[in-house]
């Protein structure tokens, strides 16, 4: 079965760093883009980037650029997403989703990390 | 706001037909047969379930079909069931340097 799971949910304060995760498996890791996408408290969808595990390229929406960092390593078939200094506005959940290099759309999503933000 | 314009919120009764719109610009949308359409029920993740304007993966109901004229995508949901209502989002690639935009979302309600 093809999978994307994510790791738990996560309660930081102001300024404190972060990491999230996204396991693949089910497929070969290193064949999808790994896009991470926002969704905050009663709000819509917000695509944040994406990273090519293969080589770890990444593109970032203009909102997201410099605010996070995505990564991955491919050997244990996992992307991140990552804050060094989080704010109160960086509360919501997580989705990471793939998608083919040669298609539009993101077919497999995982089920998210909701990260809480509060002082 | 969002990138991409879609009603706040539609409905329906059950077997009857709906259709959402999403409305983008020449530079996405209209631009590229990219869109795709996403439901999300409540506290779960969202699903693919259109994909290049009017393709359905395997699994997802013939009940659900997508079309394109200009710069507005639509998705039409027939013979609509009380499980079809959700949050449906869609979403384009963009020749922008964003690369990917979303609509804000159609609230559906199954009367």
């Known amino acids: 079965e093809v999978q994307l799971v994510q790791s738990g949910a996560e309660v930081k304060k102001p300024g404190e760093s972060l990491r999230i995760s996204c396991k693949g498996s089910?497929?070969?890791?290193?064949?999808?883009?790994i896009s991470w996408v926002r969704q905050m408290p009663g709000k819509g969808l917000e695509w944040m980037g994406r990273?090519?595990?293969?080589?770890?390229?990444?593109n970032y929406s203009p909102s997201f650029q410099g605010h996070v960092t995505i990564s991955a390593d491919k050997s244990i078939s996992t992307a991140y997403l990552q804050w060094s200094s989080l704010k109160a506005s960086d509360t919501a959940m997580y989705y990471c989703?793939?998608?083919?290099?040669?298609?539009?759309?993101?077919?497999?999503w995982g089920k998210g990390t909701t990260v809480t933000v509060s002082s | 706001q969002s990138a991409l314009t879609q009603p706040a919120s539609v409905s329906g009764s059950p077997g009857q037909s709906i259709t959402i719109s999403c409305t983008g610009t020449?530079?996405?949308?209209?631009?590229?047969?990219?869109v795709s359409w996403y439901q999300q029920h409540p506290g779960k993740a969202p699903k693919l379930m259109i994909y290049?304007?009017?393709n359905r993966p395997s699994g997802v109901s013939n009940r659900f079909s997508g079309s394109k004229s200009g710069n507005t995508a639509s998705l039409t949901i027939s013979g609509l069931q009380a499980e079809d209502e959700a949050d449906y989002y869609c979403?384009?690639?963009?020749?922008?340097?964003?690369?990917?935009?979303f609509g804000g979302g159609t609230k559906l309600t199954v009367l």
């Open positions: 020449s530079s996405d949308v209209g631009g590229y047969n990219y």
């Open positions: 290049d304007v009017s």
């Open positions: 089910g497929y070969s890791f290193t064949s999808y883009w």
């Open positions: 979403s384009s690639y963009t020749s922008s340097s964003t690369l990917r935009v």
């Open positions: 990273i090519d595990p293969s080589d770890s390229y990444t």
């Open positions: 989703a793939r998608r083919g290099f040669n298609y539009y759309y993101m077919d497999v």
